[in-house]
């Protein structure tokens, strides 16, 4: 079993930025995916950002060229900053793990049905 707990959400104007943080219980040994995954009530999940243990990372088109993925695996943390916020960036951001090959598959593109943990949240307002 993994643990995975979020922060740094919270409101912010467009073209502000936020971080946030996914403190994990993942073995920095091991091979995984992390990902985060966004979601807007009454709208499927959307994947944002995965990162294998590889450091191979990929992004949604719609925020790729703002959001930066990364790990920190000395302290076993996982990141997402996010740059020029957007109105239609306002979402629950969960931070997920699952399989080595959940970050090659593309379904996490999808909501991420590969991922096998997830954490509780955090909320981003952008207005």
């Known amino acids: 079993h993994v643990q995975l707990v979020e922060s740094g959400g919270g409101s912010v104007q467009t073209g502000g930025s936020l971080r946030l943080s996914c403190a994990t219980s993942?073995?920095?040994?091991?091979?995984?995916?992390l990902g985060w995954i966004r979601q807007v009530p009454g709208k499927e999940r959307e994947g944002v950002a995965v990162?294998?243990?590889?450091?191979?990372?990929y992004y949604a088109n719609s925020v790729k060229g703002r959001f930066t993925i990364s790990q920190d695996k000395v302290n076993s943390t996982l990141s997402l900053q996010m740059n020029s916020l957007k109105p239609e960036d306002a979402a629950m951001y969960s931070c997920?793990?699952?399989?080595?090959?959940?970050?090659?598959?593309?379904?996490?593109?999808?909501?991420?049905?590969?991922?096998?943990?997830w954490g509780q949240g955090t909320q981003v307002t952008v207005s």
């Open positions: 993942l073995n920095s040994d091991s091979r995984y995916c």
């Open positions: 990162i294998s243990s590889d450091g191979i990372t």
């Open positions: 997920a793990a699952g399989p080595f090959y959940a970050c090659y598959s593309n379904s996490w593109r999808h909501g991420g049905s590969d991922f096998d943990f």
